[in-house]
T-cell receptor
Framework: SQQGEEDPQALSIQEGENATMNCSYK?????LQWYRQNSGRGLVHLIL?????REKHSGRLRVTLDTSKKSSSLLITASRAADTASYFC????????????FGAGTTVTVRA | DAGVTQSPTHLIKTRGQQVTLRCSPK?????VSWYQQALGQGPQFIFQ???????QRGNFPDRFSGHQFPNYSSELNVNALLLGDSALYLC?????????????FGDGTRLSIL
């Protein structure tokens, strides 16, 4: 079974709108990462947030982490057609753990 | 600066056959992890190689094996292929390979089993 679960499974928005997707996980984590995957391509790392951080920004991306609720959200502001992709959250356990556990992803479609 | 490269990009095999997939890590990286991604799903961790040894393994049978070479490149071998092995196989590299750092992924090998 997968550690993270993204919600919603799919999202369709107009260019210029904001896109928000959520990730819930089951066990304690050391960090949480978000990745983007364009159709037929590999995953691209977007942002990493550690368990002692609550919010992190990178360009048009904003990630929050609530460890008490075991959840994270990814906000993409002012979306562009190029943001059309699948987005995955991935959790890591600790310094002696090497495995990333991925959710099933949220598919985002940005309409021009 | 070359990123992670994987070969081949596509492969078609039949049930019972064996396959070898290859990965060259990003320059400066010493760790390679392999993931299996079924259609519509997130990647599932197969195993990680560091210093030419398997360091951690996910929930995959012994039919899945690997190797890392002195130049840090890696191979994934799958024996006795099943229809359920059809998936995108992704290679990820990093320095030291810990799960608390970003992973750099290749574009994967699409394996189809007939």
């Amino acid at each position: 079974s997968q550690q993270g679960e993204e919600d919603p499974q799919a999202l369709s928005i107009q260019e210029g709108e904001n896109a928000t997707m959520n990730c819930s996980y089951k066990t304690s984590i050391n960090n949480l990462q978000w990745y983007r995957q364009n159709s037929g391509r590999g995953l691209v790392h977007l942002i990493l947030i550690r368990s002692n951080e609550r919010e992190k920004h990178s360009g048009r991306l904003r990630v929050t982490l609530d460890t008490s609720k075991k959840s994270s959200s990814l906000l993409i502001t002012a979306s562009r057609a190029a943001d059309t992709a699948s987005y995955f959250c991935a959790t890591g356990w600790g310094s002696n753990d090497y495995k990333l556990s991925f959710g099933a992803g949220t598919t985002v479609t940005v309409r021009a | 600066d070359a990123g992670v490269t994987q070969s081949p990009t596509h492969l078609i095999k039949t049930r019972g056959q064996q396959v070898t997939l290859r990965c060259s890590p990003k320059s400066g990286h010493d760790t390679v992890s392999w993931y299996q991604q079924a259609l519509g799903q997130g990647p599932q961790f197969i195993f990680q190689y560091y210093e030419e040894e398997e360091r951690q393994r996910g929930n995959f049978p012994d039919r899945f094996s690997g190797h890392q070479f002195p130049n840090y490149s890696s191979e994934l071998n799958v024996n006795a292929l099943l229809l359920g092995d059809s998936a995108l196989y992704l290679c990820a590299s990093s320095l030291w390979g810990r799960a608390n750092q970003p992973q750099h992924f290749g574009d994967g090998t699409r394996l189809s089993i007939l």
